[in-house]
Nanobody, 131 residues
Framework: VQLQASGGGLVQAGGSLRLSCAAS????????IGWFRQAPGKEREAVAY????????YYADPVKGRFTISSDNARNAVYLQMNGLRSEDAAVYYC?????????????????????????WGQGTLVTVSS
């Protein structure tokens, strides 16, 4: 499995960016993609989640209403549309993949934010927000 994140860059506060995560190597569509971010000196934090087979999504509270995660299954791609960017959104953004387990059907909402629960990680893409 390989994940390739892209789309980061410099944007003014209030602006928008769309990040992409290209996924390859999966043998089925029974997996989820998550976006995480890590700012200098801070722990990695969850941003958004999407189940590829089914489309259910979750968002971390700081980004609700501003960020939207979506998938294009034909292209094996997941996107993170980020609007209304703030200085506190500046970070390296990573996409991660989790292969589905039976546990996910009833408990994923309780653990998707935990980085340790994800199986594969892509390299990061840097988002810089200028004020």
């Amino acid at each position: 499995v390989q994940l390739q994140a892209s789309g980061g860059g410099l944007v003014q506060a209030g602006g928008s960016l769309r990040l992409s995560c290209a996924a390859s190597g999966f043998t089925s569509d029974d997996y989820a993609i998550g976006w995480f971010r890590q700012a200098p000196g801070k722990e990695r934090e969850a941003v958004a989640y999407i189940k590829i087979n089914g489309g259910s999504t979750y968002y971390a509270d700081p980004v609700k209403g501003r960020f939207t995660i979506s998938s294009d299954n034909a292209r094996n791609a997941v996107y993170l549309q980020m609007n209304g960017l703030r200085s506190e959104d500046a970070a390296v953004y990573y996409c991660a993949a989790r292969l589905s387990r039976a546990l996910d059907r009833v408990r994923v909402s309780t653990f998707w934010t935990r980085a340790i629960m994800w199986d594969y990680w892509g390299q990061g893409t840097l988002v810089t927000v200028s004020s």
